[in-house]
């Protein structure tokens, strides 16, 4: 059974740091694009990045390039979301998502097994 | 990059069909055929109910459906079931290499 747990959601003060970790099973980590979405309080979902399958490269949404870095460890298991110089509107549910495997390239499109998400509040 | 464009609210009663729009631009659903369909019912996981416009990922009901024509995405509930009631949002690939979503429709079963 595919599963992908988040942590690392805590309240922080704006300007602060935080770094969201995403632990992976049931499936061959290294063999799927991996990214991270994000649900503000009362909006809709938002993407935020994506992965490839060696981490070698990486894609941003305007509004977190330079301040957000996706990464992952196939070692661990892992897909990781670094977040800096946080502000009051990056407060929302962080949810990792794995990408769909129907050919190759389909995981930056569509996302097939999400986690329950992970609460980042930012706030003074 | 705007968010795609979803109306706020559909509802119809259990057995009718619906369908919700997702309009974006020339930038986004008009390039590519990479549009996808997502069910959230809040507090869990979205599900992935379609994937490139019309492909229904395995195990997901024949009673959901996609299309495309132009700028504009849709998709279809057919013989609508009190389960089916949650958020839907579209996404679709853009020419800047980047995914957005659509602003969610929550769908009602009356």
């Known amino acids: 059974e595919v599963q992908l747990v988040e942590s690392g959601g805590y309240l922080v003060q704006p300007g602060g740091s935080l770094r969201l970790s995403c632990a992976a099973s049931?499936?061959?980590?290294?063999?799927?694009?991996m990214t991270w979405v994000r649900q503000a309080p009362g909006k809709g979902l938002e993407w935020m990045a994506n992965?490839?399958?060696?981490?070698?490269?990486?894609y941003y949404v305007d509004s977190v390039k330079g301040r957000f870095t996706i990464s992952r460890d196939s070692a661990k298991n892992s897909l990781f979301l670094q977040m800096n110089s946080l502000r009051v509107e990056d407060t929302a549910v962080y949810y990792c998502?794995?990408?769909?495997?129907?050919?190759?390239?389909?995981?930056?499109?569509?996302?097939?097994?999400w986690g329950q998400g992970i609460l980042v509040t930012v706030s003074s | 990059q705007s968010a795609l464009t979803q109306p706020a609210s559909v509802s119809g009663s259990p057995g009718q069909s619906i369908t919700i729009s997702c309009a974006g631009t020339?930038?986004?659903?008009?390039?590519?055929?990479?549009v996808a369909w997502y069910q959230h019912h809040p507090g869990k996981a979205p599900k992935l109910i379609i994937y490139?416009?019309?492909n229904r990922p395995s195990g997901v009901s024949i009673r959901f459906s996609g299309s495309k024509s132009g700028n504009t995405a849709s998709l279809t509930i057919s013989g609508l079931q009190a389960e089916d009631e949650a958020d839907y949002y579209c996404?679709?690939?853009?020419?800047?290499?980047?995914?957005?979503f659509g602003s969610g429709t929550k769908v009602t079963v009356l």
């Open positions: 998502a794995r990408g769909s495997h129907y050919y190759d390239g389909s995981g930056f499109y569509s996302f097939d097994s």
């Open positions: 992965i490839n399958l060696d981490g070698g490269d990486t």
């Open positions: 020339s930038s986004d659903i008009g390039a590519y055929n990479y």
């Open positions: 996404s679709s690939y853009t020419t800047s290499t980047t995914l957005v």
């Open positions: 490139d416009v019309t």
């Open positions: 049931g499936f061959t980590f290294s063999r799927y694009w």
